[in-house]
């Protein structure tokens, strides 16, 4: 079931420019000129209930303002939403009800008090019943340890305790969607991989469908089956994981040691070969070559004593597919 | 409604979490008690009545001024009003994480300052109480006084608070809402009798004044206070101060609707 639909969706942003100096800022009073920002450009797609989205790209791509449409407070320039039937500027309560929203760089919590009367408020503004609040109490407690700090004041938390209280308060009262903006810039990996079992269990649990948007693409190994890529507003890859890796990461690398430094290093069908003293590192690319295919013929021509094959890195691919849209887009 | 009620106990809570403070705010307030007091002394120097208006009567008039606007939040004695949190709020993005809650806005900010409200009232009884040692002004004539200045008190924080939200949108146009304030805060110390009353006006000004809600947020209740204002008139002035609160809700609910979709959200 599609929970989640966008069709031809933009959102411009104008800024007046302002000139320079006091006498610039007068000008700025009485001239119009403005720049338009097309931060989201055309963006369409469906989501379906219980799926892990990772939604990626570089600074600025438009993904945040994507996020803010979709729960309704900034409204489209033009397009479609849809989110359970709903649309979030329209029903703007019923909307945000069944909805639940962590902006990593901010916080829902109530600074001066202590962290449970944030949660205790959040029960009376989602009307969570009694029980369903005691149960995700205890189930916060267990999974990401909230009740270590849940009587100090928000504003004496670590970033990470912090994080782990507003992704807390975002499920409070369990939302059908739970939108993630970054929420696990800055912390630690143990802290991370603690958020991202939880996001896990979440899911499969309840069925939750989660949108993560995170620069951190570990996240993303470790948690969706979906990847969209946006950059400068357009969605530029949609697809699985898996898809991507064989569409974009046919780069392998294999790094050998030999018995002997070998005084130099030919080998057929590398792409690269760094080689320094017994250890060689061998780029190549797998769409041409197996990598027993190489493997037999240096061990042919050369003594080799251990080797191993290393994948390029999603990062490493994501950054490939980031600098292919930087070319259609020179080219277009 | 449990929930907006939920949202005043948290502001008033978290007030309580700064009463610290207070103290030190005391020193503050009474030092600018102070210094009315050596104005109107001056003004009055040589003469027991001004317009039909005793120096004790001016005091009182002067000093209750300046506590409730400590009460009602408009000059910020013992807090941040509301059109300068907001435009804070919007400047820096974190206007987001309200927005996000599925209650009315404009509910949902009347509860948070309502809040702080209790607290300004219960902060101010010692204040109050300390004034009348101090500065001798005195209490109303009667009960009754007592009860019509405090229902038009608080039409005045309700006044106050429409117009501040109002201000507070224009936030969401320019995302700076400064200059607009700060205008905002000028003409109403002015025009609403909170520094001079009104009475001294010449005619023609207080007619035009007459078309304005400012006089009802601190002329109004000031003045039944002291006595100026008696019985029937009273009520005749407090149903005008309805009737303000009313236009100007219906305003800013329209303002609401229009700003919402102006809201340019910032930062991440
Ligand atoms: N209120 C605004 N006024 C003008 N431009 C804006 C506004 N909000 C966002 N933008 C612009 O829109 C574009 C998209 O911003 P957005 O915050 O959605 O990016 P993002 O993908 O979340 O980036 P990041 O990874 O840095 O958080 C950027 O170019 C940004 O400068
Ligand atoms: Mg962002």
Same mark, same amino acid.
């Given at each position: 079931?599609q ?11 104008k ?23 097309n931060?989201?450009d055309?963006v ?10 990772g939604?990626?790209?570089?600074n600025?791509?438009?993904k ?36 639940g929203?962590v902006?990593?760089q ?8 202590p962290?449970?009367?944030?949660f205790?408020?959040?029960r009376?503004?989602?009307r ?11 189930l916060f ?16 938390l ?5 994080m ?9 009262h ?9 929420p696990?810039?800055?912390l ?8 991202r079992?939880?996001?896990k ?8 469908t ?14 969706c ?18 898809e991507?890796?064989r ?7 294999l790094l ?24 060689a590192s ?7 070559f197996t ?12 003594p ?15 950054r ?13 | 409604m ?28 009474f ?16 003469s ?10 001016m ?8 506590i ?20 804070s ?10 927005m ?7 509910l ?5 300052s ?7 009232v219960?902060?101010?009884?010692p ?8 500065f ?5 004539d009667?009960?009754?006084v007592?009860?019509?200045f ?12 429409l ?7 224009v ?11 700060g205008?905002?805060?000028? !003409?109403?110390? #002015?025009?609403?009798? @909170?520094?001079?009353p009104? %009475?001294?006006?010449?005619?023609? /000004?207080?007619?035009? &004044?007459?078309?304005f809600?400012?006089?009802?947020i ?8 002291i006595?100026?204002?008696k019985? !029937?008139?009273? #009520?005749?002035?407090? @149903?005008?101060?309805?009737? %303000?609160?009313?236009?100007?809700? /219906?305003?800013?609910? &329209?303002l ?13």
């Open positions: 079931m929970v989640i639909k966008i069709e031809d969706l933009y959102k411009t942003f800024t007046y420019k302002r000139k320079k100096g006091f006498v610039g800022s007068i000008q700025t009073l009485f001239t119009k000129e403005y720049i338009t920002v931060a989201v055309g369409s797609f469906g989501i379906n209930e219980g799926e892990i989205i939604y990626v790209g570089p600025g791509a438009g945040s303002t994507t996020i803010k449409m979709l729960t309704g407070i900034l409204y489209p320039t033009s397009g479609v939403i849809e989110v359970c039937g709903l649309i979030p500027t329209k029903d703007r309560k019923r909307n945000l009800m069944h909805i929203v902006f990593g901010r916080t829902q919590l109530w600074w001066d008090l962290l449970i009367e944030s205790e408020l959040l009376h503004i989602y969570v019943p009694e029980k369903i609040y005691r149960d995700n109490i205890a407690a267990e999974l990401l340890d909230i009740d270590e700090f849940i009587n100090t004041p928000v504003r004496l670590s970033l990470g305790q912090r782990r209280g507003d992704i807390a308060a975002s499920l409070l369990n939302p059908d969607i739970l939108y993630l903006d970054e696990t810039i800055g630690d990996v143990v802290v991370k991989e603690r958020i079992q939880f996001i269990e979440i899911n499969i649990e309840r069925k939750t989660v949108i993560l948007t995170t620069h951190d693409l570990s996240d993303i190994e470790a948690l089956n979906r990847i969209m890529i946006i950059d400068h507003g357009k969605v530029i890859y949609d697809g699985s994981i898996d991507i890796r569409r974009f990461g046919t780069e392998s690398t050998i040691e030999f018995k002997e430094p070998p005084d130099q290093l030919e080998v057929d069908g590398a792409l690269e070969i760094q080689l320094e003293g017994i250890r061998i780029k190549f690319d797998r769409k041409r990598a027993s295919d190489l493997i037999s013929e240096i061990a042919g021509k050369y080799v004593l251990d080797l191993t094959i290393e994948d390029i890195s999603l990062d490493g691919i994501i490939d597919v980031y600098e292919e849209g930087k070319l259609h887009e020179s080219v277009s | 449990r929930a907006y009620l939920e949202i005043c106990k948290k502001s008033f809570q978290e007030r309580m979490a700064y009463r610290g403070e207070l103290l030190i705010r005391f020193v503050g307030i030092m600018s008690f102070y210094l009315l007091y050596m104005f109107w002394k001056a003004l009055y120097a040589n027991t009545d001004v317009q039909g208006i005793s120096f004790h009567s005091i009182t008039y002067t000093i209750m001024s300046a409730m606007g400590g009460i009602i939040n408009i000059f910020g004695i013992l807090n941040v009003y509301l059109a300068y949190w907001m435009s709020r919007v400047r820096t993005g974190e206007i987001v994480m309200d996000m809650k599925p209650t009315d806005f404009q949902y900010l009347f509860s948070h309502f809040g702080r409200l209790l607290f300004n219960i902060v101010s009884v204040i109050f109480i300390l004034a009348i040692f101090i001798k002004i005195y209490l109303p009667s009960l009754g007592l009860a019509l405090a229902v038009s008190l608080s039409m005045s924080y309700l006044l106050t608070f117009i501040d939200f109002m201000v507070s949108l936030s969401f146009w320019t995302t700076q809402n400064q200059g607009v304030g205008f905002t805060r000028l !003409i109403i110390a #002015l025009l609403s009798g @909170s520094f001079i009104l %009475w001294f006006f010449p005619d023609w /000004a207080r007619n035009v &004044l007459s078309y809600p400012f006089a009802s601190y002329h109004v209740p000031l003045s039944i206070y006595g100026k204002i019985s !029937i008139e009273g #009520l005749y002035a407090i @149903s005008l101060q309805i009737i %303000w609160i009313g236009v100007l809700f /219906a305003g800013s609910r &329209l609401w609707l229009k700003s919402r979709r102006k809201l340019m959200t910032h930062g991440g």
